[in-house]
């Protein structure tokens, strides 16, 4: 039997539930085993010359799948266990305030307009090692794509709730097989970019097309823009940017200003102003732009009500495109009192 381990340390707050999500924060193998499949799926297909087939059939026959009927039609060929000293004090509990505007705005879901979280979390700083058991069927071109699955995972991902906004991001720190190590955390940032650079590149073949799924191809592009020893403030920073570039801002005293009272840019003010000849009874001419960003889209416009029984989707309605069925404050996302 052949054993694979990785050492990880968790470098910005994990949201990632327990048995109870409010009062508790757990790492389990199987939320684990759920993010390393994506990172298969995502390293294998340039492996496999883009054959999305071929790759479901390799993910299947290593993790396990299920037939359409829901009978178990082949087992995962290796056990996952994760070691970790984590102790209650480092597990924050819901409640705690977070004053940094940017945090507060990519946690949107787990932290509330009060910018508090709604859900424990596991602290940054701590670290976990994982350990892979594998059959003895397991091929060398398995093991390979197991590695790499295990690498992109410390090198580009995260575990938890809102882990695609940089939350619960985790860094690989060495990878072991069979007692031998296999990988070594960069020591310079200089260093870090010529070992992704060489990650994709051996990946194999990249797609010139967009991928069906979440992939490496090459439209993939990895940017390194900011160095900071404190990860949770560059996370902060990423935040602040996206606030920045999506805001309208908030009248003060004939300004518009974001949270922190900066200058708002709005990029963004023709949505703005369909939203309010919308929210007057005049039908909006044309989509938001800012629907690139996905939907619903979630306005705040705190000098405008609705009376009581109005279904707010009676007054938007884009060009018959796009109606919105719901109303939800959203506390930094657009806010305006004219």
Not at 88 to 108: P, T
Request: contains cysteine; charged residues 30%.
């Amino acid at each position: 039997m052949s054993v694979i381990k990785a050492r990880y340390k968790i470098v910005t707050p994990m949201f990632i539930a327990g048995a109870d999500q409010e009062d508790s924060a757990e790492l389990r193998p199987p939320s684990f085993k759920g993010v390393l499949r994506f990172w298969f799926r995502a390293t294998a297909l340039p492996y496999f010359d883009n054959k999305v087939e071929e790759v479901a059939s390799a993910e299947g026959q290593l993790f396990g799948r299920q037939s359409s009927g829901g009978v178990d039609a082949g087992k995962s060929r290796f056990s996952l266990k994760i070691d970790h000293k984590i102790r209650d004090n480092q597990i924050a509990k819901a409640g705690e305030r977070w004053d940094e505007y940017g945090l507060a705005y990519l946690g949107y879901g787990v932290i509330n307009r009060k910018e508090k979280n709604t859900r424990s979390y596991i602290k940054q700083g701590n670290t976990f090692e994982v350990t892979l058991f594998l059959k003895p069927d397991v091929s060398d071109k398995e093991k390979l794509l197991l590695r790499r699955s295990l690498i992109a995972l410390g090198l580009f991902g995260g575990l938890g709730s809102r882990s695609r906004k940089g939350f619960g991001s985790v860094n690989l720190q060495s990878i072991t097989e069979d007692d031998r190590e296999v990988w070594v955390q960069p020591g310079t940032v200089d260093e870090l970019e010529v070992r992704i650079k060489s990650f994709i590149r051996e990946l194999g073949i990249l797609s010139e097309d967009l991928p069906h799924y979440s992939a490496f191809s090459e439209h993939t592009n990895v940017s390194i823009f900011s160095r900071n020893a404190n990860s949770v403030k560059l996370l902060d920073g990423i935040g602040k940017e996206m606030i920045r570039y999506r805001s309208y801002g908030v009248d003060r005293g004939g300004k518009h200003v974001l949270p922190w009272y900066e200058p708002a840019q709005q990029n963004f003010k023709a949505d703005h102003d369909r939203l309010v000849k919308a929210i007057k009874g005049e039908k909006p001419d044309a989509l938001p732009e800012r629907v690139v960003f996905g939907l619903p889209q979630n306005y705040r416009f705190s000098s405008y009500r609705f009376s009581r029984g109005e279904k707010v989707a009676d007054r938007f309605d884009f060009a018959g495109a796009v109606k919105s069925k719901r109303h939800q404050p959203c506390g930094m996302t657009e806010k305006s009192t004219k």
